[in-house]
């Protein structure tokens, strides 16, 4: 069973009224933890917990959510939960409390790529709270753009626009690629929402903030110049530039590594719906064959719902040889799904 299902964790519905704590209530919620008198913990735990959630987000980038996640939550649960209990200096314990934050959030961002909602939002709200306790405005103002993403992907854009903003609200020392992150998520969420101006406003600013960070240094960075160009195709789509739309995932694409196969798959599904949607069938097929090498190597519930949209957006363009092949392809790869 997963232990998600039975640990502090529960399961709820996506509730567009969910309310989201503020930083000044939960900056140093210490009492959300436990103190016990058994046993003592140090840097060497903390550093177990960073090293465990780094080696997560490796798995998930490459496989998708379905296959890391369960370890996770049997990691948070077995070893992180036990670790919350017991005596720990200061420091170690706001250490503590700031990686497995980390985790939680991280652990959310999967639950939502397997498409439970409910038990990401609960991950979501423990690694607010966990992180205000250790006072990690990072991991704190990251948690509340995953749930910005969330919720714009499920069509709350209103919900959407208010969380991206909390979380620049709460950052306002964000140095260049943070500040790149969360303006466009921003820009995301108020293009969603039909305020052109914002967005496209919050998009230069992404841009901006993306070329100081790009230009001080080339270090490994949570939001690439791949991701900001995702921001700019959905705000080029939203706002009705379907043509711009695809131009700026292509270059998603060309700039994004190939270690994230489980980005790969899903944006380059959504190359191919946008390709199609602007009458390029056979680019848009060309495409998805793209996907289909990368599909069978990643579990994700994302990846499978991209899929089954293929097949139905695909077929009624069956006289079409290519899409005749695609669809095939994209039947037998799904046999099992």
């Known amino acids: 069973m997963d232990p998600s299902r039975r640990g502090v964790l529960g399961a709820t519905l996506f509730s567009v009224a969910l309310t989201i704590p503020e930083w000044p209530d939960v900056l140093g919620r210490l009492a959300a933890v436990e103190s016990g008198k058994t046993r003592r913990i140090g840097f060497r735990e903390v550093d177990a917990v960073a090293a465990m959630t780094e080696k997560v987000s490796e798995l998930d980038d490459q496989f998708g959510g379905r296959h890391a996640r369960p370890m996770a939550a049997a990691f948070l649960v077995n070893t992180v939960g036990p670790h919350l209990k017991v005596d720990a200096p200061e420091d170690v314990r706001r250490a503590l409390l700031s990686a497995t934050s980390d985790l939680l959030y991280l652990t959310?961002?999967?639950?939502?790529?397997?498409?439970?909602h409910g038990v990401a939002q609960q991950y979501y709200l423990k690694a607010l709270e966990l992180a205000g306790a250790a006072d990690?405005?990072?991991?704190?103002?990251?948690?509340?753009?995953?749930?910005s993403l969330q919720a714009v992907d499920l069509g709350h854009a209103s919900r959407a626009v208010r969380l991206a903003d909390s979380a620049a609200a709460a950052s306002p020392a964000a140095g260049p690629r943070m500040r790149a992150f969360l303006?466009?998520?921003?820009a995301h969420s108020y293009a969603a929402s039909g305020d052109r101006?914002?967005?496209?406003?919050?998009?230069?600013?992404?841009e901006v903030a993306m070329d100081k960070a790009e230009s001080r240094a080339k270090a490994f960075g949570s939001y690439a110049p791949s991701s900001l160009a995702y921001h700019v195709s959905q705000v080029r789509y939203a706002l009705g530039d379907k043509a711009g739309a695809v131009q700026s995932l292509k270059e998603s694409d060309r700039l994004r590594d190939s270690h994230y196969r489980r980005s790969s798959v899903r944006y380059n599904a959504l190359l191919a719906e946008r390709q199609l949607e602007v009458g390029h069938l056979e680019e848009a097929c060309a495409t998805w064959h793209r996907v289909l090498d990368d599909y069978p190597l990643v579990s994700s519930g994302s990846a499978d719902e991209k899929v089954q949209r293929m097949k139905s957006l695909v077929r009624?363009?069956?006289?079409?040889?290519?899409a005749r092949s695609l669809y095939e392809r994209g039947r037998a790869a799904t046999v099992s799904v």
Do not use: W
């Not at 959310?108 to 439970?116: H, I, L, N, R, T």
């Not at 303006?183 to 921003?186: C, E, F, I, R, V």
């Open 316 to 322: 009624p363009h069956l006289r079409n040889q290519a």
């Open 108 to 116: 959310g961002f999967m639950a939502v790529d397997e498409g439970v």
């Open 183 to 186: 303006a466009g998520q921003q």
């Open 197 to 206: 101006s914002s967005a496209l406003s919050f998009i230069k600013e992404a």
């Open 136 to 147: 990690d405005h990072l991991t704190y103002c990251t948690t509340l753009r995953g749930m």
